[in-house]
């Protein structure tokens, strides 16, 4: 098959060659003199434009090329006389693989509102927005494999269908295969769990970071990227219930080891983002969000605020009494740190801040209890638009202190016994954290709605598509 991506023919110089595109037609125009037609592969937010002698071609094929048809062109390329393009080919032959009906197609040229794209999520990625969006998600997933592959850490495949809660929230969607309308019972009337496909209870997972961390007390350094499923009923713009999470696990790290790395990474992938993606940020700035640039160059320019949980409620409580703002949850120690808190915080510092020191009881069974029994060492990354992108830790290693917690948090201490056991065997401090893939790509795109950063939404009562 021979072919050329539009990209490489935008990029290119060499004039007066026979090429071919493949392609959805964004508009035809013209009519007697020429027509013109502007191609999209996909490859690049621009399009290429093909003008076509209307004495070569029949009316009727002319008319199948409206907006949103797929055709090939064959022809010369050429230095462009027009304006607003350098290049055009000239049609020799068109090749109609796909009409569109202009009556009904639902892609018209004038903009459409983003909740509307989101009900033809089957043709939105033909859009400017979305296929600028889907591109640049595709390269900070390569950027994520890159940059942990370059510091020597493996990619781990951690299961999507377990038996443990590694959050502890409860949230988990069920596996099952057992006949919903009459599943066999015990003789307490339970449901027998036992005659089920796994022989046991199971879910879909809500982190890779338990197994991740069996693999970091091997390997040493591993990372999963992996799908994870909250049955959170959040109908928020920053939660998903299936999303994309990259946790990273390191043998012998401590939470300061943690906070430098997840650091590292961010601006890295931002950085990588302005690199590699300039037409599609460009787009995304005009369109969407003037500041878009200018914020992803900020945030790789100055180191990431650190303090503890107990300063910033310091912070939020001597805001709220000299009444330079008002919150609508009083900060108190102890209390989760709200969405309000989170903004005031980095609108405080101006940038990213990364908390560490969380009250024990607001945080997951596995994060290492510090000596006032009271703190642990849990470490948030909170950034500008986003709130929350990082959730990590310095894990808990010692045996005993993290078997107290299970119980203490009531987790089933037979649905871990193989995470506590690590800790009876070549036990080290370690540590990791988990970024949420989508939260990252609304940051970099600019997209307001996290329901526009992945290609097929999961949220509560949406699962079309
Ligand atoms: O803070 P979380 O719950 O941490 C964990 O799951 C740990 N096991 C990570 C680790 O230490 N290995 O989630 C981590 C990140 C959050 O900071 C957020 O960016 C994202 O995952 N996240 C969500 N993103 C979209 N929709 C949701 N419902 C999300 N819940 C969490
Ligand atoms: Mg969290």
């Not at 050429?78 to 796909?98: C, L, N, P, R, W």
């Not at 309308?181 to 022989?199: A, M, V, Y």
Request: aromatic share 12%.
């Amino acid at each position: 098959m021979s072919y050329s991506k539009i990209k490489a023919l935008l990029g290119s110089t060499d004039f007066d060659r026979a090429v071919t595109v493949k392609g959805w037609v964004r508009s035809r125009r013209g009519g007697k003199p020429v027509w013109f037609i502007e191609i999209n592969d996909g490859s690049t937010i621009r399009n290429i434009q093909a003008v076509a002698d209307p004495a070569q071609f029949s009316e009727e094929l002319i008319a199948q090329i409206t907006t949103g048809s797929c055709i090939g062109v064959e022809g010369m390329l050429v230095a462009s006389q027009g304006k607003g393009q350098s290049m055009e080919i000239q049609a020799k032959t068109i090749t109609v693989y796909g009409t569109a009906d202009a009556t009904t197609y639902p892609l018209q040229k004038k903009g459409h509102s983003l909740e509307f794209l989101r009900e033809i999520a089957h043709l939105r990625p033909r859009t400017n927005t979305f296929g600028a969006v889907f591109r640049m998600r595709h390269h900070m997933s390569y950027a994520i494999h890159k940059f942990f592959n370059d510091r020597g850490f493996f990619n781990l495949h951690t299961p999507i269908i377990t038996g443990s809660d590694a959050e502890g929230a409860g949230e988990m969607f069920r596996v099952t295969t057992l006949d919903l309308k009459n599943p066999l019972r015990k003789e307490d009337g339970s449901i027998d769990f036992s005659q089920d496909f796994f022989g046991k209870e199971t879910n879909l997972t809500v982190s890779g970071q338990l197994e991740g961390e069996l693999g970091a007390l091997a390997l040493g350094l591993i990372y999963t990227f992996g799908p994870t499923f909250r049955a959170e009923n959040s109908n928020t713009p920053r939660h998903l219930a299936e999303f994309w999470m990259i946790e990273p696990e390191m043998a012998f790290y401590d939470v300061n080891d943690n906070m430098d790395l997840a650091e590292e990474m961010l601006k890295y992938l931002v950085q990588y983002a302005l690199d590699n993606c300039a037409d599609d940020l460009k787009f995304l700035n005009d369109m969407y969000d003037k500041e878009l640039i200018a914020r992803l160059q900020s945030v790789v320019s100055k180191p990431f605020t650190r303090i503890t949980y107990t300063q910033g409620i310091e912070i939020l409580t001597e805001t709220m009494l000299s009444k330079k703002k008002k919150f609508e949850y009083k900060p108190e120690w102890g209390a989760d740190l709200q969405k309000e808190h989170e903004n005031y915080l980095v609108e405080h510092f101006g940038g990213p801040v990364m908390v560490t020191g969380y009250p024990k009881k607001i945080k997951a069974f596995y994060m290492k209890l510090n000596d006032d029994n009271e703190t642990v060492r849990g470490m948030d990354i909170l950034f500008p638009w986003i709130g929350e992108i990082i959730g990590g830790s310095q894990r808990e290693d010692d045996y005993e202190k993290l078997l107290a917690r299970v119980k203490e948090m009531n987790i089933h201490e037979e649905s871990v016994w193989w995470y506590l056991e690590t800790r009876k065997f070549g036990s080290c401090p370690h540590s990791g954290f988990g970024l949420g893939f989508e939260r990252l790509l609304l940051f970099v795109t600019g997209m307001t709605n996290i329901r526009d950063v992945i290609p097929f939404p999961r949220a509560p009562k949406n699962a079309e598509f």
